[in-house]
């Protein structure tokens, strides 16, 4: 009788979002998250994939990220 296995395979998506805060990069990044949240099942992580600053008057006026967001797929 041969062995039955059972499998831990998951699949996982990448998603690509951008997020603004007028404070910090790192306040952009945790309302992405947050946001990301709200939509997206099983968020496991994200990367950075872009900052920028927006400047206005010669002071920085925003602090934009784009991040690639991963999430596992529901069975």
Known sequence: ?????ESDLRVGKVVEISAASTKSFEDAI??????ASKTLKNVQGAWIKEQKVIVKDGKIAQFR????VTFILAD
């Open 1 to 5: 009788m041969p062995l039955k296995m």
């Open 30 to 35: 945790a309302s992405g998250i947050d946001r």
């Open 65 to 68: 990220v784009h991040l690639m």
